[in-house]
T-cell receptor, first 114, second 115 residues
Framework: KQEVTQIPAALSVPEGENLVLNCSFTDSAIYNLQWFRQDPGKGLTSLLLIQSSQREQTSGRLNASLDKSSGRSTLYIAASQPGDSATYLCAVTHGSSNTGKLIFGQGTTLQVKP | GAVVSQHPSRVICKSGTSVKIECRSLDFQATTMFWYRQFPKQSLMLMATSNEGSKATYEQGVEKDKFLINHASLTLSTLTVTSAHPEDSSFYIC???????????FGNGTRLTVT
């Protein structure tokens, strides 16, 4: 059974710091991995999507890496800002095709202090 | 960009009543939509896959007679929580995608409180 774990559960950093969020999954047979942002009481915003054949994706200050063989992904946030404060969720599509069914980690709640 | 709209954003109902939640893809057609549930301080759990023109597929442990799903058109899926109880209080979120290699887009969720 595929399980997704995110560490740490919570993180607080001062503004301007670079930071890394970690995601691990137990079964390397994934179709893709996606990072989302969730603000309190809100839905999810897709940040980055990495296909199983890719190693990383970048968007602005965000960079996500994927090491499928070791079952790990990281989300790197450069020069963090207070507006980055949110919960970040990692999710995988398990299997060899895009079923659209996502298995989520518990999330990392980030607080960036001004 | 692709947008998924969910309505209502918040609903309070009495125990025993039914509540309908709508999920719409605003600028694309979605043959498949997904319904998730999120309890406080927990992650999202997939409840069911909504298929346009056919029956929904439910995940293990989700009661299909309690959570009725209808996907009558390519842009609309509805989730009806029947005979709601306080333990059904949760955050319900739908998602839809534009294709095999596109990211999934999520609605803003519906906060259901059953009193």
């Amino acid at each position: 059974k595929q399980e997704v774990t995110q560490i740490p559960a919570a993180l607080s950093v001062p503004e301007g710091e670079n930071l890394v969020l970690n995601c691990s999954f137990t079964d390397s047979a994934i179709y893709n991995l996606q990072w989302f942002r969730q603000d309190p009481g809100k839905g999810l915003t897709s940040l980055l999507l990495i296909q199983s054949s890719q190693r990383e994706q970048t968007s602005g200050r965000l960079n996500a890496s994927l090491d499928k063989s070791s079952g790990r992904s990281t989300l790197y946030i450069a020069a963090s800002q207070p507006g980055d404060s949110a919960t970040y969720l990692c999710a995988v599509t398990h299997g060899s095709s895009n079923t659209g069914k996502l298995i989520f980690g518990q999330g990392t709640t980030l607080q960036v202090k001004p | 960009g692709a947008v998924v709209s969910q309505h209502p954003s918040r609903v309070i109902c009495k125990s025993g009543t039914s509540v309908k939640i709508e999920c719409r893809s605003l600028d694309f057609q979605a043959t498949t939509m997904f319904w998730y549930r999120q309890f406080p301080k927990q992650s999202l759990m997939l409840m069911a896959t909504s298929n346009e023109g056919s029956k929904a597929t439910y995940e293990q442990g989700v009661e299909k007679d309690k959570f009725l799903i209808n996907h009558a058109s390519l842009t609309l899926s509805t989730l009806t929580v029947t005979s709601a109880h306080p333990e059904d209080s949760s955050f319900y979120i739908c998602s839809a995608g534009q294709g095999a290699r596109s990211p999934l887009h999520f609605g803003n969720g519906t906060r259901l409180t059953v009193t």
